[in-house]
């Protein structure tokens, strides 16, 4: 079975750029979440989407935001980019379903996105 | 405020010897707890979780860990360590109420042969 894809791998952006990360989630899944990973720390988290909708939202500025597509996929935006957005994104998908956490996270490899 | 604290940024083993990873949370509920590792590039993969019942909680790789309320600890343990067992491991804290979890900041594990 597939895991969860996330793409690109790798991504370089200048300042004041904007940048769409895209994730597959396990099929099956309905809940997607990002998360960002700067180096050296451990990963934060920036939204959850199940069933299209937003159902939590990290303390990330407004720069960021994500959508949901019927397929249960997903997209992160970043607008203006700045050279503090330089780390690793990471999604992760569960079947969410009445478990909440229970169900556990499977995260992606992440794209690693550099901001010169 | 939910947080939670990895004193050890990095730890050395040799390679059989017994391991023990500290985590220490700070959650105004019951949480729910977790181990995760992630070896150089890569995601995050699960080690083991505890949501209620039994304390001592068994994972993958031959990993388990404690819950300790009256120490808010989280302790991860390995009887015997093998060199592919060297990777950064995050302990974590989660709510329940959606998929937001908490992450310390990770303890980085070296093996020596």
């Known amino acids: 079975d597939a895991g969860v894809t996330q793409s690109p791998t790798h991504l370089i952006k200048t300042r004041g750029q904007h940048v769409t990360l895209r994730c597959s989630p396990i099929?099956?899944?309905?809940?997607v979440s990002w998360y960002q990973q700067v180096l050296g720390q451990g990963p934060q988290f920036i939204f959850q989407?199940?069933?299209?909708?937003?159902?939590g939202r990290g303390n990330f500025p407004d720069r960021f935001s994500a959508r949901q597509f019927p397929n249960y996929s997903s997209e992160l935006n970043v607008n203006a980019l700045l050279l503090g957005d330089s780390a690793l994104y990471l999604c992760?998908?569960?079947?969410?379903?009445?478990?909440?956490?229970?169900?556990?996270?499977?995260f992606g490899n992440g794209t690693r996105l550099t901001v010169t | 405020a939910q947080s939670v604290t990895q004193p050890d940024i990095h730890i050395t083993v040799s390679e059989g010897a017994s391991l023990e990873l500290r985590c220490n949370y700070s959650?105004?509920?019951?949480?729910?707890l977790f181990w995760y590792v992630q070896s150089p590039g890569q995601g995050l993969q699960l080690l083991l979780k505890?949501?209620?019942?039994?304390?001592l909680v068994q994972g993958i790789k031959g990993f388990e860990a404690e819950f300790k309320r009256s120490q808010s600890s989280f302790n991860l343990r390995k009887p015997s360590v093998h060199w592919s067992d060297a990777a950064e491991y995050f302990c974590?804290?989660?709510?329940?109420?959606?998929?937001?979890?908490?992450f310390g900041k990770g303890t980085r594990l070296h093996i020596l042969p």
């Open positions: 505890y949501f209620s019942g039994d304390t």
């Open positions: 992760a998908s569960s079947p969410r379903g009445d478990r909440g956490l229970r169900s556990p996270l499977h």
């Open positions: 959650y105004g509920a019951t949480p729910y």
């Open positions: 989407y199940y069933e299209k909708e937003e159902r």
């Open positions: 099929s099956g899944h309905k809940s």
């Open positions: 974590a804290v989660g709510r329940g109420r959606d998929d937001k979890i908490i």
